[in-house]
């Protein structure tokens, strides 16, 4: 394996169980902050749960983390809460993330169990914690700086000059190359994207991506037409 974590900040953030408060757990992390899923994931890892019904909250703030894209500082204590699994036609924990900021941060602190929601008219701007800083679309193919713990898409790391890091613009060796984030691609793909509004730069990339596979499979047997594909670049 050649992960240089040692090069990355190793960090820990706390918690509990509501119904056994006097055990103080930690999770170790490398980077600067961890994902809710990450953190989720990894304390379901450790006891044995099913990670969907996990609850967690910020003992400080109160304030129940409902975005597995949520990023946590370091040192902050949650309180873990089993949950009920819901039962609802749609199982999908991810349907609601970020869909309506608003009145969930209200409900977090006057009630501290949320309740699935319709479908929003409206879609909700896509969250941040989802989107590349580098080209502003939802991360393809993330990957994390070794150097800051920050994610970018690889394509556009391999965009960059390998010898600094576009996002924290610090020198770095040759052999400091961006990670794959697994975790973070597993977050995005599980994302259920009808509830976004998604950033104009994924919604061209997804056009393109269809009319490559459309092309591909009506135009498989004449690739003569290849030429003529290209000529109409221009977009409108
Ligand atoms: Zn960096
Ligand atoms: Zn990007």
Redesign the pocket.
């Known amino acids: 394996m050649s992960l240089r974590r040692s090069k990355l900040d190793k960090n820990s953030v706390y918690y509990r169980f509501a119904h056994k408060s006097q055990v103080l757990e930690k999770i170790e992390f490398y980077g600067k902050e961890i994902a809710i899923g990450d953190l989720r994931h990894t304390i379901a890892e450790k006891q044995k749960l099913p990670k969907v019904d996990l609850q967690i909250l910020n003992e400080s703030t109160g304030e129940v983390y409902t975005r597995d894209g949520h990023l946590l500082r370091p040192n902050v204590i949650v309180t873990v809460r089993r949950t009920p699994i819901q039962t609802q036609k749609k199982p999908a924990v991810l349907n609601l993330e970020g869909a309506d900021i608003l009145s969930r941060v209200k409900r977090a602190k006057t009630a501290p169990q949320p309740k699935p929601e319709p479908v929003p008219e409206e879609k909700a701007p896509c969250p941040p914690e989802y989107l ?1 800083s ?2 502003t ?1 939802l ?2 193919n993330p990957s994390i700086a070794p150097c800051c713990g920050r994610s ?2 690889l ?2 790391f391999e965009a960059q000059p390998t010898t600094i890091c576009p996002l924290c613009k610090r020198q770095r060796a040759e052999d400091q190359k961006p990670l794959p984030n697994p975790r973070l691609a597993d977050i995005i793909a599980s994302l259920n994207l009808d509830f976004f509004e998604l950033p104009a730069v994924t919604v061209a990339r997804q056009a393109a991506a269809a009319r490559g596979a459309r092309n591909e499979s009506s135009l498989g047997k004449s690739k003569l037409a290849a030429s003529g594909g290209l000529g109409s670049g221009n977009a409108p």
């Open positions: 590349c580098l080209c679309g991360f393809e970018a898409c394509r556009c």
